[in-house]
């Protein structure tokens, strides 16, 4: 089974700062098969990026993702106070699909 | 607009059954894998079971296997999720998800429903 590890699990940055998170998987998977969701408190997850690297309609540009192999990131360029959230990678490689575990994302 | 709406949740004692379920529009649901996925209360998500276009490749996470079975009725346009001897381990908020492609795996999920929530007393 495939495990993935994000970090941080939480960050708190100002309104205009470009903030990092990282997702590790236990092995190598094709970037094809990594993605990030973003849940809003209260609310169901929604797809954020896919295939590493490709914003889902409609994301703003100030999310970006990277990666290949085992090792992805998730940037959030200009924060903005609407982007208060969990952030979770995701890989769809092989079954059991599996999720990071999070890493929450606060305003200062 | 697609939409997926689950219902089915509530509280339930230790070692009964439930089942839930997804009802989908807004897309050609059966051209689409589907999954389940939970999350308890404060921690991270997790992928439950999936299930392919046709209903023939299925998967689960291996702390439901044995006691959770997931089906679709493509006609109905509705995902299922059959649950048994449940636990307190099991109180989470389910999910139904579609899936961009029509395989249990290699794609991405979106949109989610809004979630039922299971809880499990001892």
């Known amino acids: 089974d495939v495990r993935m590890t994000q970090s941080p699990s939480s960050l708190s940055a100002f309104v205009g700062d470009t903030v990092t998170i990282t997702c590790r998987a236990s092995q190598y998977i094709d970037y094809s098969y990594l993605n990030w969701y973003q849940q809003k408190p209260g609310k169901a997850p929604t797809l954020l990026i896919y295939a590493a690297s490709t914003l889902q309609t409609g994301v703003p540009s100030r999310f970006s993702g990277s990666g290949s192999g085992a090792e992805f990131t998730l940037t959030i360029s200009d924060l903005q106070p609407e982007d208060l959230a969990i952030y979770s990678c995701?890989?769809?490689?092989?079954?059991?699909?599996?999720f990071g575990g999070g890493t929450r994302v606060g305003i200062k | 607009e697609v939409q997926l709406v689950e219902s089915g949740g509530g509280l339930v004692e230790v070692g009964m059954s439930l089942r839930l379920s997804c009802a989908a529009s807004?897309?050609?649901?059966?051209?689409?894998?589907m999954h389940w996925v939970r999350q308890a209360p404060g921690k991270g998500l997790e992928w439950v079971s999936g299930i392919s276009w046709n209903g023939h490749s299925i998967g689960y996470a291996d702390s439901v296997k044995g006691r959770f079975t997931i089906s679709r009725d493509n006609a109905k346009k509705s995902l299922y999720l059959h649950m048994q001897s449940l636990t307190p381990e099991d109180t989470a908020m389910y999910y139904c998800a579609k899936d961009a492609g029509t395989a249990v795996a290699y794609n991405w999920f979106d949109p989610w429903g809004q979630g039922t929530l299971l809880t499990v007393s001892s």
């Open positions: 807004g897309f050609s649901f059966g051209e689409y894998a």
């Open positions: 995701q890989q769809t490689y092989s079954t059991p699909i599996s």
